[in-house]
């Protein structure tokens, strides 16, 4: 079965603190995606990043990072200089390619605040 | 480049009414999926086409609920008999057919907020 555990459930930062969000997934399959999506206030979620189990280089984008590990079943994300408006709830999510759809499977999410 | 639109955004019902929901993809996005998230979760997989074809449905997806994508365009997703548990944000998703790169994903509509009373 295919599992994704996101420990925190909420945390609160001071603007421009690094703050890093923990994944860790469960799937017995070797081919596999790892996603990360932001819902803020206004509930649309929005895609972040894809990642491909066969990729374990880091992605950088601005202020965010991906730290992909498959030794530790781990995709973290973190965001450096966090801003106000990085407050969102963040998931992580799984897919496999099984039968060709991109079904997601998500995280419980993470509650992130960021005061000013 | 025009995102995932649904309509309507928010619908109230009673209990035992029928309601339809419709989501517009991504023009060029050939795969379109359904979700439903309840409060403090993540969203739940329900259904998936691929252009037309209704090519998986999750157990969660009862009798009551039906979805149709006619021509592999727009799709509907029908409640009949709605119950409280229904209550929900119902998400359409969509995204191309070959995946490529860290930008390539699925993208995600505002939802339907639909509640029972």
Known sequence: AQKVTQAQTEISVVEKEDVTLDCVYETRDTTYYLFWYKQPPSGELVFLIRRNSFDEQNEISGRYSWNFQKSTSSFNFTITASQVVDSAVYFCALSLPEGGSEKLVFGKGMKLTVNP | ?117
């Open chain 2, 1 to 117: 480049d025009t995102g995932v639109s649904q309509d309507p955004r928010h619908k109230i019902t009673k209990r035992g009414q029928n309601v339809t929901f419709r989501c517009d993809p991504i023009s060029e996005h050939n795969r379109l999926y359904w979700y439903r998230q309840t409060l403090g979760q993540g969203p739940e997989f329900l259904t998936y086409f691929q252009n037309e074809a209704q090519l998986e449905k999750s157990r969660l997806l009862s009798d009551r609920f039906s979805a149709e994508r006619p021509k592999g365009s727009f799709s509907t997703l029908e409640i009949q008999r709605t119950e409280q548990g229904d209550s929900a944000m119902y998400l359409c998703a969509s995204s191309p057919y070959a995946l490529s790169g860290p930008r390539s994903g699925v993208y995600f509509g505002p939802g339907t907020r639909l509640t029972v009373t």
